[in-house]
């Protein structure tokens, strides 16, 4: 059984929560923004109704033992900005992590906050022995996060993601227990 991180995951620049009906603005930003719907499941055309119900997916994932789903906030003001997933694979205490920004929340380092909090605690707490990042080639971004973060590049898998209308490749990275920064 999948439990929450207790206390919320805090650096004390970013806070890592349970997603609340507060956060439907950055909803609706990440929406608005064009690639993120492309590549997680934020409605494409924002409604209330739409951003209400995309939250309620990510609350009951932990329920429903499809793993975390967390909003990224400002640590001083609670306002989300972001989301973090950390999704179990098939294979046993292995887990895959993604991540994005609403675009005025880039370039501040805090994806970077992000990742380093989630993975520190899944790799500890919730004692994975594995947990690992798909990128599309061109995403130089997550891949510097992901370098930051101790990530190892492992390969390519090609025509692996898939899209609404295209596959790309995918640039494995991972980190391990007992490996990188802590």
Known sequence: MLVDPEPALTDGTVVLRRWTVAD???????????????????????????????????????RAGQGWSLAICDARTAEAFGCVVLMPRPQARVAGIGYWLVPEARARGYATKAVRLLTAWGLEAEELDRIEAWVEPGNDASVRVLSRCGFEYEGRLRSFLQFPTRRADALVFSRTRGSGPR
């Open 24 to 62: 439907l603005g950055c909803v609706r930003a990440a929406s608005e923004e064009g690639r993120i719907h492309e590549a997680t499941s934020v409605p494409e055309r924002f409604t209330e109704k739409a951003g209400m119900a995309w939250i309620r997916r990510q609350q009951a994932r932990i």
